[in-house]
């Protein structure tokens, strides 16, 4: 029986960056012919190819002539937290807003998939640029939009890369001013309720925290949810907190859904929301704003940020300068019942 040969393993184009000691940016620039790169770097660039083999994909090839007015959004996975587009309202509108904006531009948009599966859409459909959602390091759908010579505009920014086209919000100064405000409510040991730090969203987030606390002296109390990031998750992780020898008298979190879980693990062991427990969240939904009590959020505008990502990435294709390459949206602070302590009533005299 005749023996299968053995598949070479496929050189992408982090490769070529590694092996020329450059950004995968750089490398798609030097074999387009894109962008002011130094002579010696580009050919330092396509020497890198060659001793590596590298071969841009059929979807690179395909873009030589003409737009297809298709663009790919996608949202990055983290192999200990798949997260899908619609497990979170803040990704449906953003998605949501994306997808009017593109069409109004007449483009339309693809939802693409893990970038690691052979039936990604990118391995078949040549695309004119790409959206990434809260990108990873080394991120595998910024190197395939990359690795086919496509635009790429991400909302938050690739962890370790200073380079790039992005959209984001000031998540420290938001995190800042919605600690402040639980603190301004009595708050003396706050809680911080983590994810994996594999995103800038993350880092930025519990960076802020940290900083918080040690501008007050306080010890920082971060517990980080593993297996998933659902209410089951932070219930888990307030459950801990709570049962704890010196449990936190707030507790903060940077999504919605843990938020909702902190609220489940309160009223489970009897203690009041917010009488004795403060609970706020970076992210803002219709679930926080309905929730018993209705929770006190950071409003992120993901509409916005997913209305400015089309735009900017629109320009890239079709050859205009962006007004800039790094868009910041600001936040704003909504604050509801789950972190207000309400002022009791003063009592009345006694009759003489």
């Known amino acids: 029986m005749a023996m299968l040969a053995e598949r070479m393993p496929q050189i992408r184009i982090t490769d070529v960056a590694a092996a020329a000691g450059v950004s995968i940016t750089t490398v798609s620039h030097a074999l387009n012919g894109k962008g002011r790169i130094p002579e010696e770097t580009r050919q330092r660039v396509r020497d890198a190819a060659e001793a590596l083999g590298y071969r841009p994909s059929s979807a690179a090839r395909s873009l030589g002539g003409r737009r297809t007015g298709l663009i790919s959004i996608s949202l990055a996975q983290d192999e200990g937290h798949c997260v899908g587009i619609s497990d979170f309202a803040y ?44 990108p990873i390091s080394d991120d595998p759908h910024v190197a395939r939009l990359e690795d086919a010579g496509a635009a790429v505009v991400t909302t938050g920014r690739v962890p370790g890369r200073s380079d790039g086209a992005w959209v984001d919000n000031d998540h420290p100064r938001g995190l800042t001013r919605l600690l402040d405000h639980l603190a301004s409510q009595g708050a003396q040991r706050v809680a911080l309720i983590g994810i994996p730090l594999t995103t ?7 960076e802020a925290y940290r900083h918080w606390c040690a501008d007050r002296g306080a010890p920082p109390v971060v517990l980080t949810v593993r297996g998933g990031l659902t209410e089951a998750t932070g219930l888990a992780a307030a459950d801990a907190l709570l ?23 309160a009223n489970a062991r009897n203690v009041s929301v917010p009488d004795e427990l403060l609970v706020a969240t970076v992210t803002n939904s219709e679930a926080t704003r309905v929730s018993t009590p209705p929770l006190t959020a950071l409003e992120l505008y993901p509409r916005r940020l997913g209305t400015e990502a089309v735009e900017m990435l629109i320009d890239l294709i079709e050859g205009r300068e962006p007004a800039s390459l790094s868009v910041i949206v600001p936040t704003r602070l909504l604050k509801r019942r789950s972190s207000n302590r309400m002022p009791r009533p003063a009592r009345r005299p006694l009759p003489a």
């Open 243 to 265: 049962g704890g020898p010196d449990p936190p008298d707030a507790i903060c979190t940077p999504l919605d859904r843990l938020a909702l879980g902190v609220v489940l693990a």
């Open 91 to 134: 990704f449906l509108q953003l998605v949501s807003a994306a997808t009017a904006t593109a069409i109004a531009h007449g483009y339309a948009l693809i939802l693409s998939s893990d970038p690691t599966n052979a039936s990604s859409p990118l391995d078949h459909l040549a695309v004119d640029g790409g959206i990434v959602i809260d």
């Open 200 to 206: 800038t969203y993350a880092l930025e987030t519990e």
